[in-house]
T-cell receptor, first 114, second 111 residues
Framework: KAGVTQTPRYLIKTRGQQVTLSCSPISGHRSVSWYQQTPGQGLQFLFEYFSETQRNKGNFPGRFSGRQFSNSRSEMNVSTLELGDSALYLC?????????????FGPGTRLTVL | KQEVTQIPAALSVPEGENLVLNCSFTDSAIYNLQWFRQDPGKGLTSLLLIQSSQREQTSGRLNASLDKSSGRSTLYIAASQPGDSATYLCAVIGGNNRLAFGKGNQVVVIP
C-alpha cells in the first residue's frame, strides 16, 4: 500500500512569487492536514481538509490557502512569498479524520525562498 | 492552548543502552498521543499511537506509556542501535483534530 506522497520534493522561489504544493493521501484516507516545520517554531498546524471541506485552520495569514479534490488529493498554495516562508511543508492523512485516528505523514516539500 | 514539552532536547548514548525519552503536555483532554521519528530532512514516521484510554503500547523494542492525568508520556527504546539515531517527536491530538507537537528529542547512539 503506497504511503502519502508529496510533490515536488524541493522548490526554490523568490520573494513575491507564489507556489503550489501537492499531497496525495494513502488510498482510502479522506482527511488531509498540512503542517509547516521550521527550526525555530517546530511543527505548526496549517489546515485540515475532509471531504473537500476545510474543517480546521491554524494561525497563518490568508496568503496560505488550500483545497481538496474529490479523490482526496490536496493542494496548498502560498502567495506573495516571504523569506520566512522557507520551511519543510508536511502533509498527513488519516482514514476518517477523527481525533482518535492515526495520522501518517509524507516526505515533505522543502521550500526555499530567496 | 496545548503546550507539549520534550526534555532533553538532545542526548547521546552508547550503543546497547536503553533510551528513555520524556514528553509532557499541559491539557489532559486528549484523544490520543503519537510518537514519531524524523530523520534529517525527511518526513515523519509514526512509531506508536496510544489512545487516551490506554496506558501503554509496544512495538518490538519500543514501548510507550501514557499517564493522561499527569500529562506525561515516556518512550522507551531497548538496547539502542546506531540506526536509532534520529529526532523523536511527541504529538497529542485534542478535540480540534490537530496535532500539537513538542520540539523533539535529538538522539545520537554512539557505536
Amino acid at each position: 500500500k503506497a504511503g502519502v506522497t508529496q510533490t515536488p520534493r524541493y522548490l526554490i522561489k523568490t520573494r513575491g512569487q507564489q507556489v503550489t504544493l501537492s499531497c496525495s493521501p494513502i488510498s482510502g484516507h479522506r482527511s488531509v492536514s498540512w503542517y509547516q516545520q521550521t527550526p525555530g517554531q517546530g511543527l505548526q498546524f496549517l489546515f485540515e481538509y475532509f471531504s473537500e471541506t476545510q474543517r480546521n485552520k491554524g494561525n497563518f495569514p490568508g496568503r496560505f490557502s488550500g483545497r481538496q479534490f474529490s479523490n482526496s488529493r490536496s493542494e496548498m498554495n502560498v502567495s506573495t512569498l516571504e523569506l520566512g516562508d522557507s520551511a519543510l511543508y508536511l502533509c498527513a492523512s488519516s482514514i476518517a479524520g477523527q481525533e482518535y485516528n492515526e495520522q501518517f505523514f509524507g516526505p515533505g516539500t522543502r521550500l526555499t525562498v530567496l | 492552548k496545548q503546550e507539549v514539552t520534550q526534555i532533553p532536547a538532545a542526548l547521546s548514548v552508547p550503543e546497547g543502552e536503553n533510551l528513555v525519552l520524556n514528553c509532557s503536555f499541559t491539557d489532559s483532554a486528549i484523544y490520543n498521543l503519537q510518537w514519531f521519528r524524523q530523520d534529517p530532512g525527511k518526513g515523519l514516521t509514526s512509531l506508536l499511537l496510544i489512545q487516551s484510554s490506554q496506558r501503554e503500547q509496544t512495538s518490538g523494542r519500543l514501548n510507550a506509556s501514557l499517564d493522561k492525568s499527569s500529562g506525561r508520556s515516556t518512550l522507551y527504546i531497548a538496547a539502542s542501535q546506531p540506526g536509532d539515531s534520529a529526532t523523536y517527536l511527541c504529538a497529542v491530538i485534542g478535540g480540534n483534530n490537530r496535532l500539537a507537537f513538542g520540539k523533539g528529542n535529538q538522539v545520537v547512539v554512539i557505536p
